[in-house]
């Protein structure tokens, strides 16, 4: 039998339960408006505590998570994945770690006519890189 390296890549990927629980997280916080330093804040850590939560890189201890829920006025349950829910799909998760995306959505959602919305849907796939286009910044 094969010994696995300690080095493998998968020992350093965060387990999908964790997140599960930051993506949980992260929606709450957002729907409530809050930013990752008021969170912190609340919590007593820094923002950049929450960042690693929310990715799932850093696990969300059970009395962090208590007390996260009771800053947001919602039941711990509520950050925890219910037990037979399929995990989330790498498409959402990619939704949900980049900057100004919900914002994106809202406002697209305001737009009053489908014409108009196809219109915003055509120019941001226009200029959107192909994934054989090299990518600058």
Do not use: W
Not at 15 to 42: M, W
């Amino acid at each position: 039998m094969e010994r696995r390296s300690r080095t493998d890549a998968a020992d350093f990927a965060p387990d999908q339960i964790d997140v599960e629980v930051g993506l949980a997280l992260k929606r709450a916080r957002l729907h409530r408006k809050l930013s990752q330093t008021d969170l912190g804040q609340a919590l007593g850590i820094s923002f950049q505590q929450i960042q690693k939560y929310e990715r799932g890189a850093n696990r969300v201890s059970a009395s962090m998570l208590v007390k996260a829920a009771r800053f947001m006025k919602i039941s711990a349950a509520t950050l925890l994945p219910e037990e037979d829910a399929p995990p989330t799909q790498s498409f959402v998760r990619r939704f949900s770690e980049a900057r100004g995306v919900e914002t994106l959505v809202d406002a697209y959602c305001a737009l009053p006519d489908a014409a108009l919305r196809r219109a915003v849907l055509e120019l941001v796939i226009a200029v959107a890189p192909r994934p054989t286009d090299p990518i600058s910044d």
